[in-house]
């Protein structure tokens, strides 16, 4: 009864046995090293660095990802919303259309089972019934003719604007946004902002560093994007002389004080509009002075702002 059995279960008919974990089994990966409560940070991150060199895969050109740009009519939000009311109003149309023809079949059957006599003294309202189903009838030809119009105009709509012909007055573009934060104090060290978007180069990735990050930097933490990981970036770590560390794909809780960042930048600009570049720029000063001398419950002192925290870490 001390031994630990095959544990087995049913549901919705499949069998599923729990297999026996033995020591050779338990699962091992890098971030292990950071519970290790005799190392340090730096020597933690310095292992953690070593156990995972099979991350670069440094690449000779300027990453220019090829990535297609969506089309214009689907970041109209007031077209979709009026052709979702559309379809709405013609499913409701097609249920009270359904509805009335089963009545009228109903009807119909009732009045030919009637007698002879009785289906001549019911012939005027018989009639009558008949005349309003024929109209009826007509009416819903002639909605569908009318959806085989709306429906072309549509597809002529989109077709117009997957090929370019946007008669909208306000050009939009692409703009890529690199955040950079301190894992310490969640200062944001700065936001910039590359106009040419989804074709950013590395060599612009580069610069926006240089200019941004502390002199005194240890380690750099990133994801495994195309930009980090090539020649440039890596002369950039040699120059400055911090170890730069990719974590794992489609693990953003590995870097989560910047994924957490990106969230709450996302959501303080949901409410904000822009026209231009240039409007844009203003509005991430702004965010990047509110967000550094707010309040911040993430640090290990709950209500200071990233700012006070930065002064009080470094005065200790």
């Known amino acids: 009864m001390q031994e630990k059995l095959p544990a087995v279960s049913g549901s919705s008919g499949h069998l599923v046995i729990e297999r026996l974990v033995t020591e050779k089994d338990q699962p091992v990966w890098p971030g292990q090293v950071f519970a290790d ?102 009416q819903r030809y002639a909605q569908h003719q009318v959806r085989k119009l709306e429906n072309e105009v549509w597809h002529q709509r989109n077709q117009a604007l997957q090929a370019g012909d946007d008669t909208d007055p306000v050009k939009r573009a692409w703009l890529a946004v690199l955040v950079i934060t301190d894992n310490c104090t969640r200062q944001c060290l700065g936001l910039p902002m590359f106009r040419s978007g989804a074709s950013v180069t590395s060599q612009e990735v580069v610069s926006a560093l240089q200019t941004c990050l502390p002199s005194d930097l240890q380690f750099l933490i990133s994801d495994q994007g195309k930009h980090f990981k090539t020649q440039l970036m890596q002369q950039l770590a040699q120059e400055e002389a911090f170890v730069q560390v990719l974590v794992y794909r489609h693990r953003p809780q590995s870097n989560g004080v910047a994924e957490r960042f990106v969230q709450t930048f996302k959501r303080w600009l949901r409410n904000r509009s822009w026209t231009t570049p240039e409007k844009l720029e203003v509005l991430i000063a702004s965010f990047v002075l509110e967000y550094n001398q707010r309040p911040h419950q993430g640090l290990a002192i709950p209500g200071l702002s990233p700012d006070e925290f930065a002064d009080r870490f470094w005065l200790m």
């Open 37 to 138: 409560p005799e190392l340090s940070f730096e020597a933690a991150m310095q292992q953690y660095v070593q156990a995972t060199q099979d991350r670069f895969v440094h690449q000779h050109l300027p990453c220019q990802p090829t990535i297609a740009k969506p089309s214009h009519w689907r970041k109209e939000k007031e077209g979709r919303a009026h052709r979702h009311e559309v379809w709405e109003q013609r499913k409701r149309e097609d249920r009270e259309w359904r509805s009335a023809k089963a009545a009228f079949s109903q009807a119909k059957r009732a009045h030919q089972q009637l007698p002879k006599a009785q289906r001549k003294l019911q012939r005027g309202s018989w009639e009558q019934e008949l005349t309003i189903w024929i109209q009826r009838r007509e």
